[in-house]
């Protein structure tokens, strides 16, 4: 296997969605992740999907499965789910039978979401949803993290032409590795990579947001965060550490029975992360030291050289006499010393800004 690591020089391009652009220098894209928060219900689907629209995201995310499409009605303990999980004894095929949206719903949901503004994609989880998915047109696919090793899944997903955004949860670089490389070898122009942690929810200390870095070096694409903590501080801090996208669930009501619930933001709590995302943007500004437009008025408040003891015509400038106060009216303050013992050449109030042309001799010391 070739792997997918590029020169350090080589830029990394954004790539385009629905007529976006996605990636460094864009504005971050945020995703709406409707997963099972949907009740079983489709008005509560649309509702959803609005409330998504009016808490400032860009994108809605669907998920295209059924029970047998996905796993096996088996009561086996493989198919069961262990201790400790959120869903904890349920089997798999159970879990799914109620977590999956029927698939008829998907064009209306997607017409709404066009019609708000949204882009509207989803998660294929065999070849019969990506041929689904393809005939509506959406404008991307998503490798949810499970399915980041059906390398057969991600090839037939690339072969669509579309734009690939990949989940890593659970995966080792090698697998990255081979997932990338199944979808370039099969077509894929626009690929995303999304940084994630496959835990319900994600405790914190297991994300390492560092590696959004290493990411992006690697495979020269953009790189985001499919956050499953809860709260938004670590969908903040992402973008902070170069996220260009970041994919979070999203419920109107936590109360709302769902199997996704428990880590998915509530509507009011989503606007608040968007919020957020959009100032952090705004305060990485650019690679750069130097004054800002709204800094000049402060600049005249900086230190400089003042007389702060009346000296008379003829009398040396000392410490005593001449201290470094602000504001920032007389000399730079890298004088000081240059000036000690230097004449007043004419009387000099306490307060008066110090300027080469009080002192006798009148000139700056050559350095």
Known sequence: MTSPSHDVAEATRPIVIGGREVGPGRPVYVIAELSANHRQSQEHALE???AA???GADAVKLQTYTPDTITLDSDAPPF??????L???QTLHDLYREAYMPWEWQPGIIELANEL???CFSSPFDPTAVEFLDKLDVPALKIASFELVDLPLIRAAAATGRPLIISTGMATLEEV???VDAARGAGAGDIAILKCTSAYPAPPDQLHLRAIGLLERRYRVPIGLSDHTRGIVAAVAAVAMGATIVEK???ISRADPSPDSAFSLESDEFAAMVQGIRTAEAALGEERVAPTADETESRRFRRSLFVVADVGAGEPLTHENVRSVRPAAGLHTRYLEAVMGRRASRDLPRGTPLAWDVMEGGEEPVP
Do not use: N, Q, Y
């Open 80 to 85: 069961r789910h262990g201790e400790g999980s």
């Open 53 to 55: 629209a009016a808490a």
């Open 48 to 50: 959803l999907v609005r």
């Open 177 to 179: 590795d081979e997932s």
């Open 249 to 251: 669930h999203f419920t």
């Open 117 to 119: 503004g949204l882009h």
């Open 87 to 89: 869903w904890s004894g």
